[in-house]
């Protein structure tokens, strides 16, 4: 697991995304593969593409779902692995 305060973003200039129905879809323009957040992932999102922190998206999940804060932050763990390829760190 990487630092709690380590800044998360998007890959912004290699990704285009929309919200369809009930998720995102993105494109990796560096890779013409198609990608697809859904669920509570779809809440987090907005934060990954204006950058943040691991416990700013754990937050979220806190605040938004009724879930404990052990499997949100499992769950977390589990999104941000999914989502490696499209992420980048500072």
Same mark, same amino acid.
């Given at each position: 697991?990487? #630092? ?6 998007? %890959?912004?200039?290699?990704?285009? $995304? ?8 993105? +494109?990796? @323009? *560096? ?8 669920? &509570?992932?779809?809440?987090? $999102? #907005? ?5 943040? @922190? %691991? &416990?700013? +998206?754990?937050? %979220?999940?806190?605040? *938004?779902?009724?879930? #404990?804060?052990? %499997? ?12 490696? #390829? +499209?992420?980048?760190?500072?």
């Amino acid at each position: 697991m990487e #630092p709690v305060g380590q800044q998360l973003a998007v %890959r912004a200039e290699d990704l285009a $995304w929309n919200e369809v129905d009930d998720q995102v879809v993105v +494109l990796d @323009t *560096t890779t013409s593969t198609y990608h697809a957040v859904s669920g &509570a992932g779809v809440a987090l $999102w #907005p934060l990954l593409v204006e950058g943040t @922190t %691991r &416990a700013d +998206l754990l937050e %979220r999940l806190t605040s *938004t779902f009724d879930v #404990p804060a052990e %499997r949100a932050a499992a769950d977390l763990e589990a999104f941000l692995a999914s989502c490696a #390829p +499209l992420l980048r760190t500072a």
